[in-house]
């Protein structure tokens, strides 16, 4: 399942099939909107050229966080405060809701700017260090892919981004290598 904050940082595709398809999505006017939509946060669209530059920045340290936190590291003190940098310049209200006759305590974003997204992604990922582990974080083991995501199975062992897409076509793949050392 898609996190908020995995969401974001792939928003640097890769044809995960090895075709040519791969982009950069992030600056794109229609990502920005669906990535919006999605998780119900607001910013202006496109992306001003400054806080796309923020942006990617933030994006391109996010994903060396996690591929580092993914082989076991633990976070540092210097990292603990960038994220917390990242955090600062989003303000929340706490509000008081009724979800499914449940109630529910929410932090809802004040701000309708991206350094308010960012620090959302970064409440978001840091929400996965507090409630799960680092050491969860994955890339797909497909290397055309790289899709980050988070191994919540029981096992953790999960090696693909989705056994469906990049699992069958690795499958498929050692089918034809070894057909092929076969013949
Ligand atoms: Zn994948």
């Not at 595709?13 to 229609?30: C, F, I, Q, T, V």
């Not at 056994?163 to 089918?175: A, E, I, S, W």
Request: glycine share 6%; proline share 1%; hydrophobic share 35%.
């Amino acid at each position: 399942m898609d996190r908020l904050w995995t969401d974001f940082v792939n928003s640097d595709y890769h044809d995960w099939r090895g075709g040519d398809r791969s982009e950069d999505r992030l600056g794109k006017a229609n990502w920005q909107q669906e990535f919006l939509d999605r998780w119900q946060l607001q910013a202006s669209v496109p992306a001003s050229p400054e806080d796309e530059l923020l942006m990617r920045n933030f994006r391109n340290d996010l994903l060396a966080l996690g591929a580092r936190l993914s082989s076991g590291a633990s976070l540092t003190d210097e990292e603990k405060q960038w994220l917390n940098g990242v955090m600062e310049a989003g303000h929340v209200k706490r509000t008081l809701t009724t979800i499914d006759q449940g109630l529910k305590l929410q932090l809802i974003a004040v701000e309708a700017h991206w350094q308010q997204v960012m620090a959302e992604v970064a409440a978001d990922f840091a929400t996965t260090l507090v409630e799960g582990e680092g050491g969860r974080i994955r890339i797909c083991d497909n290397s055309d892919c790289r899709w980050m995501f988070y191994d919540d199975t029981r096992s953790r062992t999960q090696k693909y981004c989705d056994d469906k897409m990049c699992g069958n076509l690795m499958k498929v793949r050692r089918f034809r290598a070894k057909r092929k050392t076969q013949n």
